[in-house]
């Protein structure tokens, strides 16, 4: 075993700027710090051994410091080749984390960081997109013995997990902390929504307002997205495969449509799926001189970019995280960020006030998997709904924001079944 190894970063003399990167997402962080204050004295994740995979950015450095404060032992992996902030993950390194990150790693890389990270033989995994999770079962399943639970960030992740414990194939318990309402309805859609205008807008610096501007997957992130891109003056175009998410586009506004049909007309694409081959080779054949294509699902396989790849005769990087593949019919078509999610690859991922409650969902997760992991069923569970509360309640009393609280009459009118009307 190579516990010997305590971290690996790209360049360790970057950690100042990292360390002014991470100040900044603190200030933004109410609910975070308010959990640093609150447990660093008690310290009850004391014991603890976490692995964390999941994106280095300043937000995930805020968590990890909060992880540490509270007594936690941490081992930490980027969960994307290109999503880790090299400076943040040089401060985290230069403060003692054990952390195995870096910009543009190669897939060998990212499986031998999380190898690193299981070095310690953890007690809880944390993931997002359920990479680590996946490896402890399948490369190292003896090392499940020891793990009282893992939580999971994202929708992908937890698509997966739900269908491996549905097979009685989940050797400890999860908690979904991207079911938390204070996560999805926050983080998925406001996050995405404004982090992938982000990455699209640093890519290429083009004009949203009167484009055609396509997005394949009406879920939570594909809702954010159109709002935002509606909101800088787009046409919004939804592509879907659910009936009822495809009536809530056009009842929002959208156009609907296949992607068949919105290939030739799109200006910019993006998806949000969370599905392989999304916009493959026919649709990239169709579309107009100067499209630009991108994805924000956590997997980089919704472009289809083999099949682009088969009938392009040549690409050229142009800008940065812009590539732009030249047809064998003379169009032109820029794929931002190699198909990878734009929002982390291109830009820094989701703004920290709504990172602030996913991670605070996490915080609070992986502390009720170290206190009662042990006794729960090897499922996926959902975090208790009276924790959204609390925690919206911090996000509001931090924001200056009161609200109305009901009377004791009105508490036993709402479930006062003789009440008429
Ligand atoms: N995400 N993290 C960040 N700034 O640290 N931004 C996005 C950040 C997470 C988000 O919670 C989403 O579920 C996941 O990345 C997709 O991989």
Redesign the pocket.
């Known amino acids: 075993m190579s516990t010997q190894v305590k971290f690996k970063v790209a360049d360790l003399s970057l950690a100042e700027a990292g360390r002014r990167r991470i100040k900044w997402a603190e200030s933004r962080m109410p609910v975070m710090m308010a959990l640093r204050r609150r447990y660093e004295a008690e310290r009850p994740f004391i014991g603890a051994k976490i692995a964390g995979c999941l ?1 280095v ?1 300043k ?2 450095a805020v968590l990890v410091r909060t992880l540490v404060a509270a007594g936690a032992e941490v081992r930490w992996s980027g ?2 080749p290109l999503s880790t902030q090299d400076d943040v993950a040089a401060a985290l390194a230069a403060e003692g984390t054990s952390i195995f990150a870096w910009h543009g790693m190669n897939t060998d890389e990212f499986y031998w960081c999380i190898d690193r990270t299981l070095d310690f033989e953890p007690t809880l995994t944390l993931d ?2 359920a990479d680590l999770i996946f490896t402890v079962h399948h490369k190292h399943p003896e090392l499940a013995a020891r793990m009282v639970g893992g939580t999971e ?3 992908t992740g937890v698509h997966r997990l739900r269908a491996m414990a549905a097979d009685g194939k989940l050797l400890y318990p999860v908690i979904a902390v ?1 079911d938390a309402e204070t996560k999805w309805d926050f ?2 859609v406001y ?1 995405t929504g404004q ?1 992938s205008l982000d990455g699209i807008l640093r890519a290429t610096s083009v004009l949203v307002a009167g484009k055609n501007f396509v997005v394949a997957g009406f879920g939570h992130c594909g809702r954010g997205v159109a709002m935002r891109a509606a909101g800088l003056g787009a046409n919004t175009i939804v592509t879907e495969v659910k009936p009822t998410a495809a009536l809530r586009a056009r009842l929002e506004g959208d156009q609907v449509m296949t992607m068949d049909e919105a290939a030739p007309i799109g200006d910019i694409f993006i998806t949000a799926t969370g599905m392989k081959d999304v916009i493959r080779g026919r649709h990239f054949e169709q579309m107009r001189d100067g499209a630009v294509v991108c994805n924000t699902g ?1 997997y980089d396989c919704e472009l289809n970019l083999d099949e682009l790849a088969e009938i392009s005769t040549g690409k050229r990087v142009v800008r940065p995280n812009n590539e732009e593949y030249t047809l064998k019919n003379g169009h032109k078509v820029f794929v931002l960020a190699q198909g990878r ?1 734009v ?2 690859a291109a830009a ?3 703004p920290s006030e709504v ?1 602030d409650m ?1 991670f605070a969902n996490q915080f609070l997760a992986l502390l009720k998997l170290h206190r009662e992991g042990q006794g729960m069923e090897h499922l996926v569970h959902e975090l208790p709904p009276e924790q959204d509360q609390e925690i919206a309640n911090i996000k509001l009393e931090t924001m200056g924001i009161r609200i109305d609280e009901l009377t004791p009459e009105q508490l036993a009118y709402a479930t006062d079944y003789s009440a008429g009307t």
């Open positions: 994106h950015t937000e995930t969960c994307n997002d997109g960030e994202t929708t991207n983080d998925n996050g982090s956590h999610l929002n982390l820094e991922g989701h990172m996913s």
